[in-house]
Protein backbone atom coordinates (compact mmCIF):
# COMPACT_ATOMS: atom_id res chain seq x y z
CA UNK A 1 0.00 0.00 0.00
CA UNK A 2 1.67 3.31 -1.36
CA UNK A 3 0.57 6.28 0.76
CA UNK A 4 1.00 10.23 -0.26
CA UNK A 5 1.82 12.98 1.78
CA UNK A 6 1.40 16.48 0.14
CA UNK A 7 2.94 19.03 2.35
CA UNK A 8 1.07 22.44 2.92
CA UNK A 9 2.08 25.40 0.97
CA UNK A 10 -0.53 27.55 1.64
CA UNK A 11 0.11 29.72 5.06
CA UNK A 12 -2.55 28.94 7.52
CA UNK A 13 -4.56 32.74 8.04
CA UNK A 14 -6.32 33.07 11.45
CA UNK A 15 -8.45 35.86 12.23
CA UNK A 16 -8.90 37.93 15.54
CA UNK A 17 -11.63 40.15 14.53
CA UNK A 18 -9.75 42.37 11.96
CA UNK A 19 -6.37 41.11 12.36
CA UNK A 20 -5.44 38.25 10.33
CA UNK A 21 -1.96 36.14 10.99
CA UNK A 22 -0.31 34.14 8.79
CA UNK A 23 1.53 30.96 9.86
CA UNK A 24 3.90 28.80 8.58
CA UNK A 25 2.33 26.31 5.95
CA UNK A 26 4.53 23.65 7.55
CA UNK A 27 7.28 23.31 10.15
CA UNK A 28 10.05 21.26 9.34
CA UNK A 29 12.94 19.47 11.10
CA UNK A 30 13.38 20.24 14.95
CA UNK A 31 11.65 24.19 14.48
CA UNK A 32 9.07 23.71 16.03
CA UNK A 33 10.41 21.36 18.89
CA UNK A 34 13.57 24.25 19.47
CA UNK A 35 10.86 26.86 19.40
CA UNK A 36 8.85 25.27 22.21
CA UNK A 37 12.22 24.24 24.07
CA UNK A 38 13.03 28.06 24.34
CA UNK A 39 9.36 28.67 25.16
CA UNK A 40 9.93 26.43 28.58
CA UNK A 41 13.36 27.65 29.11
CA UNK A 42 12.09 30.72 29.52
CA UNK A 43 9.12 29.86 31.48
CA UNK A 44 11.48 27.97 34.24
CA UNK A 45 13.86 30.95 34.29
CA UNK A 46 10.98 33.00 35.35
CA UNK A 47 9.68 30.53 37.70
CA UNK A 48 6.43 30.37 36.29
CA UNK A 49 3.97 26.84 36.22
CA UNK A 50 1.90 27.47 33.64
CA UNK A 51 -0.69 25.09 35.45
CA UNK A 52 -0.77 27.00 38.41
CA UNK A 53 -0.91 30.80 37.04
CA UNK A 54 -2.54 32.00 40.37
CA UNK A 55 1.15 31.36 41.85
CA UNK A 56 2.85 33.74 39.03
CA UNK A 57 4.35 36.55 40.23
CA UNK A 58 2.63 39.42 37.54
CA UNK A 59 6.04 40.47 36.21
CA UNK A 60 7.88 36.84 35.66
CA UNK A 61 4.06 36.20 34.22
CA UNK A 62 4.38 39.10 31.99
CA UNK A 63 7.66 37.87 30.59
CA UNK A 64 6.36 34.61 30.22
CA UNK A 65 3.82 36.30 27.77
CA UNK A 66 6.09 37.76 25.74
CA UNK A 67 7.78 34.45 25.58
CA UNK A 68 4.64 32.75 24.65
CA UNK A 69 4.08 35.97 21.79
CA UNK A 70 8.59 34.92 20.63
CA UNK A 71 6.82 31.21 20.65
CA UNK A 72 4.30 31.73 18.41
CA UNK A 73 5.93 34.36 16.06
CA UNK A 74 8.45 31.86 15.29
CA UNK A 75 5.38 29.93 13.64
CA UNK A 76 4.49 32.68 11.43
CA UNK A 77 5.69 33.91 8.46
CA UNK A 78 7.86 37.41 8.88
CA UNK A 79 5.48 40.03 7.98
CA UNK A 80 3.13 38.85 11.16
CA UNK A 81 5.51 38.16 13.50
CA UNK A 82 6.80 41.12 12.76
CA UNK A 83 3.13 42.75 13.66
CA UNK A 84 2.63 40.52 16.67
CA UNK A 85 5.71 41.20 18.19
CA UNK A 86 6.11 44.73 17.93
CA UNK A 87 6.05 46.79 21.52
CA UNK A 88 5.11 50.50 21.14
CA UNK A 89 6.25 52.74 23.81
CA UNK A 90 3.17 55.15 24.55
CA UNK A 91 3.22 58.72 26.44
CA UNK A 92 -0.40 60.45 26.45
CA UNK A 93 -1.97 58.16 23.68
CA UNK A 94 1.17 58.84 21.30
CA UNK A 95 3.77 56.41 20.35
CA UNK A 96 7.23 57.38 20.81
CA UNK A 97 8.74 54.60 19.37
CA UNK A 98 8.87 50.74 18.33
CA UNK A 99 10.66 48.10 19.21
CA UNK A 100 10.80 44.14 18.37
CA UNK A 101 12.54 43.14 21.96
CA UNK A 102 10.74 43.83 25.23
CA UNK A 103 13.86 45.44 27.03
CA UNK A 104 14.84 47.76 24.60
CA UNK A 105 11.32 48.99 24.78
CA UNK A 106 11.29 49.23 28.52
CA UNK A 107 15.13 50.84 28.62
CA UNK A 108 13.61 53.66 25.96
CA UNK A 109 10.18 54.02 28.38
CA UNK A 110 12.48 54.06 31.59
CA UNK A 111 14.08 57.25 29.82
CA UNK A 112 10.38 59.12 28.96
CA UNK A 113 8.50 60.16 32.55
CA UNK A 114 4.82 58.65 31.55
CA UNK A 115 5.43 56.34 29.03
CA UNK A 116 4.40 52.99 28.76
CA UNK A 117 5.01 49.68 27.05
CA UNK A 118 1.83 47.80 25.23
CA UNK A 119 1.45 45.85 22.38
CA UNK A 120 0.93 47.33 19.20
CA UNK A 121 -1.24 43.91 18.37
CA UNK A 122 -3.62 44.11 20.66
CA UNK A 123 -5.66 41.18 20.89
CA UNK A 124 -9.01 40.80 22.35
CA UNK A 125 -9.56 39.31 26.20
CA UNK A 126 -11.45 35.83 25.97
CA UNK A 127 -11.20 32.31 27.08
CA UNK A 128 -12.19 29.32 25.53
CA UNK A 129 -13.67 27.22 28.56
CA UNK A 130 -15.30 29.17 31.24
CA UNK A 131 -16.77 27.98 34.48
CA UNK A 132 -19.64 30.76 36.24
CA UNK A 133 -17.68 32.26 39.66
CA UNK A 134 -14.06 31.15 38.48
CA UNK A 135 -11.37 33.51 38.27
CA UNK A 136 -9.94 34.19 34.69
CA UNK A 137 -6.35 32.74 35.52
CA UNK A 138 -8.67 29.21 37.10
CA UNK A 139 -10.81 29.67 33.92
CA UNK A 140 -7.19 29.92 31.97
CA UNK A 141 -6.19 26.64 33.47
CA UNK A 142 -9.29 25.03 32.39
CA UNK A 143 -8.66 25.95 28.77
CA UNK A 144 -5.34 25.06 28.70
CA UNK A 145 -5.93 21.40 29.64
CA UNK A 146 -9.06 20.91 27.23
CA UNK A 147 -6.59 22.02 23.94
CA UNK A 148 -4.30 19.20 24.67
CA UNK A 149 -3.95 17.00 22.43
CA UNK A 150 -1.53 16.13 19.28
CA UNK A 151 1.18 18.82 19.76
CA UNK A 152 0.54 20.97 16.53
CA UNK A 153 1.25 24.35 18.18
CA UNK A 154 -1.83 25.70 16.10
CA UNK A 155 -5.18 24.73 18.85
CA UNK A 156 -6.78 27.91 18.16
CA UNK A 157 -6.98 27.98 22.30
CA UNK A 158 -3.55 28.06 22.47
CA UNK A 159 -2.85 31.16 20.36
CA UNK A 160 -6.10 33.11 22.43
CA UNK A 161 -4.62 32.28 25.76
CA UNK A 162 -2.09 35.13 26.58
CA UNK A 163 -4.69 37.42 26.13
CA UNK A 164 -6.43 36.06 28.77
CA UNK A 165 -4.06 36.45 30.86
CA UNK A 166 -3.44 39.68 29.89
CA UNK A 167 -7.12 40.03 31.30
CA UNK A 168 -5.98 38.33 34.68
CA UNK A 169 -3.38 40.81 34.98
CA UNK A 170 -5.49 44.00 34.62
CA UNK A 171 -7.80 42.24 37.18
CA UNK A 172 -10.78 41.61 34.45
Not at 22 to 39: Q, R, T
Not at 65 to 80: C, E, G, K, N, W
Not at 93 to 117: I, R, T
Not at 128 to 147: E, H, I, Q
Request: glycine share 6%; proline share 7%.
Amino acid sequence: MRKTIAPNTEPHVIAVGPHELEFLPEVYGAEFIDAYEELQEAQAAKGVDLEDLEAADPTSLRKTIRAVRVFLARQMLPDSAERFLRLDVIVDGNVLESFQDADEAAAFAAEHPGAQVQDALRLPVRSTATRPGASPVDNLNRSRRAARGPCTGMARERVRWPSVVDRAREGG
